[in-house]
Nanobody
Framework: QVQLVESGGGLVQPGGSLRLSCAASGSISSIWVMGWYRQAPGKQRDLVATITNGGNTNYADSVKGRFTISRDNAKNTVYLQMNSLKPEDTAVYYC?????????????WGQGTQVTVSS
């Protein structure tokens, strides 16, 4: 099993920046992909960004050029640097890890951290 703990959310003004962190523990060696998802009130949980073990990244169109996902393998931590934040970025942000067991991927989720962009 993989445990994920997020930190770094908060209240920020439009145009501001925040950095989210997600520390992984447990069966670290089974993780193939880590990422961030977000869920606004009344909406579904959507992909924000992912990063593979090899460092390949993928972003939602809405955050390209503003958000950067990175990982520190020595610390088993993935980061999401969010710049030029907009009110529509307001959501609960969840860390996700996809672990491979045999031929099946299993998801793990963090508890979520609130990001509010407001003046």
């Amino acid at each position: 099993q993989v445990q994920l703990v997020e930190s770094g959310g908060g209240l920020v003004q439009p145009g501001g920046s925040l950095r989210l962190s997600c520390a992984a523990s447990g069966s670290i060696s089974s993780i193939w992909v880590m990422g961030w998802y977000r869920q606004a009130p009344g909406k579904q949980r959507d992909l924000v960004a992912t990063i593979t073990n090899g460092g390949n990244t993928n972003y939602a169109d809405s955050v390209k050029g503003r958000f950067t996902i990175s990982r520190d393998n020595a610390k088993n931590t993935v980061y999401l640097q969010m710049n030029s934040l907009k009110p529509e970025d307001t959501a609960v942000y969840y860390c996700n890890a996809q672990s491979l067991k045999g031929v099946t991927f299993f998801p793990s989720w963090g508890q979520g951290t609130q990001v509010t962009v407001s003046s």
